[in-house]
């Protein structure tokens, strides 16, 4: 079926010229090909409808299914304030896009409706890729909703502006802050999952003593911005303001589940001291701090980059999509790229690479569980031909 994929990449003044850019180059390296499918990554800093705009304008009828990012990935690195466009092509390959606009208010509801679309679509589709709100919404409720054996589903919280909370999703026709864009990938296309964290415990033990929804207030009994104060020496009152209330994410927590520890990371620390997450905690129970160092990083990307191969089987991958927790980016601040470098290794030189920082991270569970909802990960997805069955 001759499955190919290409990238297009452009940094513009406004969201509908570097759509209109990035879609340009994507096509001319893509060749004879008409594309069935395209994945957007978009700075937060353009507007959606824009973007969507200035890439439909050389593809009418191409379904579009993204992300907003602060920073975008491509072969060549970090890609800030840009549109990175991944298209692709192939005889026997089809995909619908979909846009979900409730997921903040009901992400049970939302994830009602995607399996009913993943029913209606059971005899032909493969994968489902989706994208939701990393601030708003209850992404652990959305996953325990999911259950299927038969189609892969994988996707990402979108990212953004960490003062304002400002993000997207984004589909051909419809897209704004708060829903779900969701691609319904049908015919000969596999997708190989792939994901690690480099966070690892440190020794110091809390109990959870106190949390309401999203909200983490109190470790030990004491407000968790104080925790951290004794443990760093910034005193309670500084995490509550830039730069540490948004930093206290490089230093998640390893919620106590048993065999393997769980992470949570915070999105903010409040004015209240208490961490603002995007995935509840009950109360009572022990977590652990977590630090991470770009080794343990680099590490975990190509664990990750392995993984995914390896879910090819005798494919080779056309397209690596990366969706790293943004919690890297802090970390690698001084070393931009790393991450993408770690999985080139792995990959191949030649491998187009697109991705982007997220909130969140959504993987298959094995057998017929729910998908699981991650944080700190890095998710590496190889995109490649299925083999026919003898």
Request: aromatic share 8%.
């Amino acid at each position: 079926m001759s499955l190919k994929a290409a990238i297009g990449q452009a940094q513009a003044l406004d969201g509908r010229e570097a759509g209109l850019q990035a879609a340009h180059q994507a096509l001319n390296r893509l060749g004879s090909g008409v594309p069935f499918l395209g994945i957007v990554i978009a700075s937060y800093q353009y507007e959606a409808r824009q973007v969507v705009s200035g890439i439909t304008s050389l593809i009418s009828d191409l379904p579009l299914v993204g992300f907003s990012s602060p920073s975008g990935l491509t072969n060549d690195g970090e890609q800030p304030h840009s549109v990175i466009l991944a298209l692709f092509t192939a005889n026997d390959c089809q995909a619908d896009a979909h846009w979900f606009p409730g997921y903040a208010q009901s992400s049970r509801e939302t994830a009602a409706r995607l399996m009913q679309v993943v029913n209606e679509n059971r005899k032909s589709a493969q994968t489902v890729l989706f994208f939701a709100d990393g601030f708003n919404g209850d992404a652990e409720q959305f996953c325990a909703a999911l259950v299927d054996d038969q189609v892969q589903l994988v996707g990402a919280l979108s990212s953004g502006d960490l003062h304002t909370g400002n993000t997207y999703q984004l589909t051909t026709l419809q897209s704004g802050s708060g829903g779900m864009a969701a691609a319904v990938l049908k015919g000969g296309l596999k997708v190989g999952v792939g994901y690690a964290h480099g966070w690892s415990p440190v020794g110091t033990q809390f109990r959870v003593t106190r949390s309401r929804g999203f909200w983490l207030r109190t470790l030990d009994g004491r407000p968790a911005s104080e925790t951290y104060a004794q443990l760093f020496g910034y005193p309670a009152r500084e995490w509550a303001f830039p730069p540490l209330n948004h930093l206290v994410r490089l230093y998640p927590l390893g919620i106590d589940r048993g065999e393997d520890l769980l992470v949570r990371a915070p999105l903010r620390v409040e004015a209240d001291g208490s961490f603002r997450m995007n995935a509840p905690i009950g109360d009572g129970v022990d977590a652990y701090l977590l630090v991470a160092s770009p080794r343990s990083c680099r590490e975990a990307a190509q664990q990750a980059a392995r993984q995914a191969l390896l879910g090819l089987g005798d494919s080779k991958p056309v397209l690596i999509l990366m969706l790293v927790d943004i919690g890297w980016q802090m970390l690698l601040k001084g070393q931009s790229g790393a991450e993408v470098q770690a999985v080139r290794e792995i990959v191949g030189e030649n491998v187009p690479i697109a991705g982007g920082y997220t909130l969140g991270q959504i993987v298959p569970g094995p057998g017929i569980n729910s998908p699981q909802f991650l944080n700190q990960h890095i998710l590496v997805l190889a995109f490649g031909e299925a083999k026919e069955k003898e």
